[in-house]
């Protein structure tokens, strides 16, 4: 009898531990986008090239839409708006609500004469490029999907690049110079490192 509950008893202490292990592995996944979807460099590019047109159309958009002295960063997920900062005469604006009805959502609306139509056009924009942010300026950054918790992005420059700027970012660890003014680039997460895939080092 004092076997058996000694047996009990072990088998329980047991199966906490591996339970215990287990919860702790799938936290960590959690942090590092282990169970994230996957993409690389050759999703980005052949996205790039079946989408172009429209991938430019969201930059044309956006940028017709704003503000002078202005800047956006939008992005969604999960069909929800995800992030909204404006930048504006050197001031930061950011919500980080997903309910784009927010009275928060419409306050920085407001800082830019947009309507919940226009996030809504946006939104609809980066669906047909297969896309899911933008951030204007110049470059304008149009985020392609994100690969566990890093993300692709196009670089798109309203010039073609000089043969200088095609060097910098031809010999960058996170750029990869494209073509013509396109850029791509890989942002790691956390814990992750900011290298496009492919990537080696020169040796010295």
Known sequence: MKQKIIKI???TV???IVLFFIGIFIMFGLIIGLFEPSYDKEDLIDNYELKHREIQAVKEYVKTQLPANTSVHIEFEDDELSNFTIEQNGKYFTNWELDSNSLHVDSLLTLVGWTQ???QTIKTKLEEANCISI???EPATIGF??????MYLYNLFDAPLTDS???VYSNSCRFSFYKDNVVLEYGAGIGG???MDGYKRKSR
């Open 193 to 195: 490192q900011d290298c």
């Open 117 to 119: 139509q226009t996030v």
């Open 165 to 167: 700027l095609k060097t």
């Open 9 to 11: 008893i072990a088998i």
């Open 145 to 150: 999907q994100r690969s566990g918790r890093g």
């Open 14 to 16: 047991g199966t906490g």
């Open 135 to 137: 951030e204007s300026g």
